[in-house]
T-cell receptor, first 112, second 115 residues
Framework: DGGITQSPKYLFRKEGQNVTLSCEQNLNHDAMYWYRQDPGQGLRLIYY???????QKGDIAEGYSVSREKKESFPLTVTSAQKNPTAFYLCASSISWEETQYFGPGTRLLVL | AQTVTQSQPEMSVQEAETVTLSCTYDTSESDYYLFWYKQPPSRQMILVIRQEAYKQQNATENRFSVNFQKAAKSFSLKISDSQLGDAAMYFC????????????FGAGTRLTVKP
């Protein structure tokens, strides 16, 4: 089955803690993206990667970090510097940057 | 920067009827892509339809069609023969054709389908 998987489905973070959200795709897509969705709002871009070992900041990158060591994986770390991390996080991928983005099922992050 | 506006926070439709969701956008670019995504209660974003700005013909996918008015910067989604499974949040999105990954989303419209 080809697709995008995100884990965990729910994640709890304590104050001052870094947490990492997983995103994996087996679609052989070059480009991958991380979005944040807050209640009643659309998606906002955190980071994106057009190719392995390269990534760029989106609109709201502060307090987040990413890596792209493998084509199929694009993990997102929410650092302690992100003061309001409670949100729904969506990962997406596309064949190339010009093509349509397809989304994973998302991770809900809550702060304890 | 480009902005996308969905002026209808909520809409409802009777099962088997037709409903139209509105979307307007602001851009100075001549070439771009427009999308409608559906987000059901599972919260996974599902592509509904895509429109290339250089194409005059409106995109259609089964019961879903768009009315793309480039001069008016309007991109509405029409759902025909509405089904209970169509109930979801619908997001309009804009993406430049000139590079980068500047995909902009509207705030969404919540569609309720009444049996």
């Amino acid at each position: 089955d080809g697709g995008i998987t995100q884990s965990p489905k729910y994640l709890f973070r304590k104050e001052g803690q870094n947490v990492t959200l997983s995103c994996e795709q087996n679609l052989n897509h070059d480009a991958m993206y991380w979005y944040r969705q807050d209640p009643g709002q659309g998606l906002r871009l955190i980071y994106y990667s057009q190719i392995v070992n390269d990534f760029q900041k989106g609109d709201i990158a502060e307090g987040y970090s990413v890596s792209r060591e493998k084509k199929e994986s694009f993990p997102l770390t929410v650092t302690s510097a992100q003061k309001n991390p409670t949100a729904f996080y969506l990962c997406a991928s596309s064949i190339s940057w010009e093509e349509t983005q397809y989304f994973g099922p998302g991770t809900r992050l809550l702060v304890l | 920067a480009q902005t996308v506006t969905q002026s209808q926070p909520e809409m409802s439709v009777q099962e088997a009827e037709t409903v139209t969701l509105s979307c307007t956008y602001d851009t100075s670019e001549s070439d771009y892509y427009l999308f409608w995504y559906k987000q059901p209660p599972s919260r996974q974003m599902i592509l509904v339809i895509r429109q290339e700005a250089y194409k005059q013909q409106n995109a259609t996918e089964n019961r879903f069609s768009v009315n793309f008015q480039k001069a008016a910067k309007s991109f509405s989604l029409k759902i025909s023969d509405s089904q209970l499974g169509d109930a979801a949040m619908y997001f309009c999105a804009y993406r430049s054709a000139f590079g980068g990954n500047d995909m902009r989303f509207g705030a969404g419209t919540r569609l309720t389908v009444k049996p």
